[in-house]
């Protein structure tokens, strides 16, 4: 019998392709686009697509320019090396600079700007007490932050502002002690410009000077446009004086020098104090009439050289890299960069940018310094400075002769008057100053100012 062969198997039946929506690669193709932009707009994108900013607020013009112009490179100097280091919580800080033009009322306004347009993340900025007070108002209203880099003049503070400059007791008031414990000076002349800071240091100064065996000889006032300074020289002759305290700037302090010399007062005959200058004026100052005399300061370049401590180090090449080794370090320009490395270390103890963030945590912070440690004090937002005292030498520089060791806590407002008469005092030298700038011939501050109280315990420098 004749086995069949078993039938060929069927073709499989051609199916339809699997329909497209029911594979899952389209549709994460689809949803991944949307997925990533959400990440992104969460906070997860590059650093460098979502910066810090910084607004720097200073003259770039205007009669100020000059001052301001070393303020404004380092703290760009500063942005720079954070960045160069990696930037801030993985971001780049990015800077935004304002022209004040020499203007409160332009301050003001490019304040406002910045915060409410460029919607910076800090304010550094402003060197006069003019220009800071006509910020601190947007700033306050603004709930922002101004960090205040310059010499401050005292009797003022605001929660929505650290300052880093000196304060008179931290300034004026160890120099003025140094004086009388090493050059047994008694007697004090003042020299000073038509401005808040030599206003309120003279009104210091006199507090300070009567509660000891010391006191202030001659208090007098150049004008800005210019004064008789030939008048000033013979009532600095006239007043015997042991010293000579000089508030003007460098030209004004350079003149001074000058007529003293000319009129046979030297550096070796009559001791000067300069309270307002650095080293780099001092180079452009001839070295005759400039050789020989004090100045006070937080620090001098001449420490850079022999710095320890690792910061210092970093100032001291940094602006060598930058400026050249020829150039001086000035101590409103280190001031200035630790301003910007100050808010830095608030940005990275808070984790965060935020204003209201690092306003809170820079009342804690401490910084590394040519001078020591520089410390936020938490009550008043003023830092803890150091001062020194110096000698001009030959080239310029200056030698440290003294140091006091160790930060002063700053005073504001100084127990020799109560807050309410120190706060009137600005206000009634104000309204002085405003009326001898409009011709209406009101009297000097001391007409118009409450008199000084009786000196409380302690409080001789």
Excluded at 71 to 95: F, P
Excluded at 296 to 306: E, M, P
Excluded at 327 to 334: F, G, P
Excluded at 376 to 387: E, G, I, K, M, S
Aim: contains cysteine; neutral net charge.
């Amino acid at each position: 019998m004749t086995r069949r062969p078993p039938p060929a198997p069927s073709p499989a039946p051609v199916g339809r392709p699997a329909a497209w929506w029911r594979s899952p690669w389209p549709w994460l193709l689809l949803t991944l686009p949307p997925a990533l932009l959400g990440w992104w707009l969460a906070g997860g994108a590059p650093a460098r697509q979502i910066p810090i900013r910084v607004g720097i607020l200073h003259s770039l013009s205007g009669p100020s320019a000059a001052r301001d112009r070393v303020l404004v490179e380092a703290e760009t100097l500063a942005i720079d090396d954070i960045n160069r280091a990696g930037g801030l919580l993985g971001r780049r800080v990015e800077r935004i600079v304002a022209d004040g033009a020499s203007d409160p009322a332009t301050f003001a306004k490019r304040a406002e700007r910045l915060i409410r347009e460029d919607k910076v993340d800090v304010l550094v900025g402003c060197s006069s007490a003019s220009t800071r007070r006509a910020v601190v108002s947007t700033v306050e209203a603004a709930e922002h932050l101004l960090v205040f880099p310059a010499r401050h003049e005292g009797f003022d503070e605001s929660a929505a502002v650290v300052s880093l400059g000196p304060l008179p007791n931290q300034h004026l008031g160890p120099a003025l002690a140094w004086c009388r414990r090493v050059l047994s000076a008694s007697r004090f002349f003042l020299v000073g410009a038509d401005d808040s800071w030599s206003r309120c240091a003279a009104a210091y100064a006199s507090d300070q000077l009567s509660a000891g065996d010391a006191s202030l000889v001659g208090d007098e006032v150049v004008p800005s446009a210019g004064g008789d300074l030939a008048a000033v020289i013979g009532r600095i002759v006239a007043a015997e004086p042991d010293v000579v305290c000089c508030l003007l700037g460098a030209d004004g302090a350079g003149q001074l020098l000058r007529r003293l010399r000319e009129a046979g007062f030297g550096t070796a005959d009559l001791p000067v104090l300069l309270l307002s200058v650095n080293e780099e004026d001092l180079r452009a100052m001839p070295r005759d009439d400039v050789t020989g005399a004090y100045v006070a300061a937080t620090c001098f370049q001449g420490a850079i050289g022999d710095a320890e401590r690792p910061a210092t180090r970093d100032i001291a090449r940094s602006f060598s890299r930058a400026y050249g080794t020829e150039r001086a370090v000035s101590e409103q320009a280190i001031t200035a960069y630790e301003a910007i490395r100050l808010w830095a270390e608030a940005v990275r103890s808070a984790g965060t940018a935020d204003v209201v963030a690092v306003r809170a945590a820079i009342r804690r912070q401490t910084l590394a310094s040519l001078e020591g440690i520089v410390a936020v004090d938490p009550t008043t937002q003023h830092a803890w400075r150091n001062l020194a005292v110096g000698r001009v030498r030959p080239d310029g520089l200056v030698d440290r002769v003294w140091s006091e060791g160790s930060p002063t806590r700053p005073v504001p407002f100084p127990p020799t008057r109560s807050r309410g008469e120190w706060t009137r005092f600005v206000a009634a030298m104000e309204r002085a100053r405003a009326n001898r700038r409009n011709g209406v011939g009101a009297t000097g501050d001391g007409a118009t100012a409450p008199p000084p109280a009786a000196p409380a315990t302690g409080g001789a420098p």
